[in-house]
């Protein structure tokens, strides 16, 4: 199993150069618009295994379609009439009826509803496991990445960047995916001297490494207000920047910074409010050991109080273009280095 995390463009160059070797299946890849409502299922199939030199037949079609649990009736139909998971059985259940000894997909899972996007992962896996048949997948999404144990590879710029166990590479992030799956912020620093610093920021740490290292720093792991003296603030990392972007991400609601003076602070993606509930105190900053513990002040999904004690609050008070106070944990800086 090799999996592949990166830019859309850089890891199918990858896939189609791998389903272009010999014994290699070709990505199962479905027609768009007008020629998907005129296609149907049975015509589909029959060209893709064509194109894939596959000599298995309709008994090993048929097998597949079972493991996989494409309906008989599922092949009479047009492309156009089937939803996200029916597509998803389908074309796994083809390139396994191929009958080669390497698959290679393309996000396979793609809008697969979670419940059947887990079952037929590790249906996939069990099979390639207990037939000795190898996988070669892109993906956009962390858990798809879980079946693959033996590798995950990071492709940026059409370029790999980093390559190991999945903890390995979302752990120590070397490109902007892994980091953005792994729910932090990753940067160029450099250790001297006992000291991490990142660019030209005041931000800085104490480190044993030296030389040429990344950084990353956790979405929550920065207490943001409205006011510069608030007294929730312990340290003098205290710098001045201006929301540029928001977004939701699963239950959260974020914010993009960017600092008024890069030579005191950071930019950064930090989670504001987490819809799920969980909430902080205003007795410092949020980090990874504590962000799931509730404070004593604060409302509900509310984890920076100085920024307003409620959604709505928080909803009024934060908008593009606000100019915000941050205070960074310096304590949860994790440096590694670029070697």
């Known amino acids: ?25 070709l990505p199962p890849r479905f027609p768009t618009g007008l020629r998907s409502g005129l296609t149907r299922v049975r015509s589909w199939v029959r060209t893709y295994l064509r194109e894939a ?61 979670g419940h059947v996007r887990a079952g037929l992962r590790g249906r996939l896996a069990d099979l390639a496991a207990a037939h000795g048949r190898g996988i070669v997948f892109t993906s956009n999404t962390l858990t798809d990445f879980t079946v693959a144990e033996a590798g995950v590879a990071d492709i940026e710029k059409g370029e790999l960047v980093a390559f190991g166990t999945l903890e390995q590479v979302v752990t120590e992030p070397r490109g902007s995916l892994p980091a953005e799956l792994s729910g932090v912020n990753v940067y160029s620093g450099l250790a001297r001297k006992g000291w991490l610093s990142i660019g030209h920021s005041a931000v800085k740490a104490r480190t044993e490494l030296d030389g040429k290292v990344f950084v990353t720093l956790g979405w929550r792991s920065a207490l943001l207000s409205l006011d510069e003296h608030d007294p929730a603030f312990t340290s003098a990392t205290v710098f001045e920047a201006i929301v540029i972007g928001l977004r939701d991400r699963g239950s959260c609601l974020q914010a ?52 307003g004690e409620s959604i709505a609050a928080l909803r009024a008070n934060v908008k593009v273009g606000t100019h915000v106070f941050v205070e960074v944990d310096t304590s949860a800086l994790h440096a590694y280095s670029v070697e």
């Open 1 to 25: 199993m090799l999996g592949l995390m990166g830019s859309t463009d850089s890891t199918t160059e990858v896939v189609l150069s791998v389903a272009a070797r010999s014994n290699v299946a």
């Open 53 to 113: 030199d596959a000599g298995s037949g309709e008994a090993a079609l048929a097998q597949a379609c079972t493991e996989f649990g494409v309906k008989p009736e599922t092949l009479k139909r047009r492309l156009n009439e089937l939803d996200a998971s029916e597509r998803a059985k389908l074309g796994l259940a083809v390139a396994w009826a191929s009958g080669s000894t390497w698959l290679t997909f393309i996000d396979p899972f793609a809008s697969v509803p």
């Open 256 to 307: 993009k910074l960017s600092p008024v003076d890069t030579e005191m602070g950071l930019a950064l993606d930090v989670d504001l409010a987490d819809l799920a509930g969980v909430h902080h105190g205003a007795g410092g900053v949020g980090n990874d050991a504590s962000r799931d513990q509730p404070g004593p002040a604060g409302g509900f999904g509310v984890l920076h109080p100085g920024l």
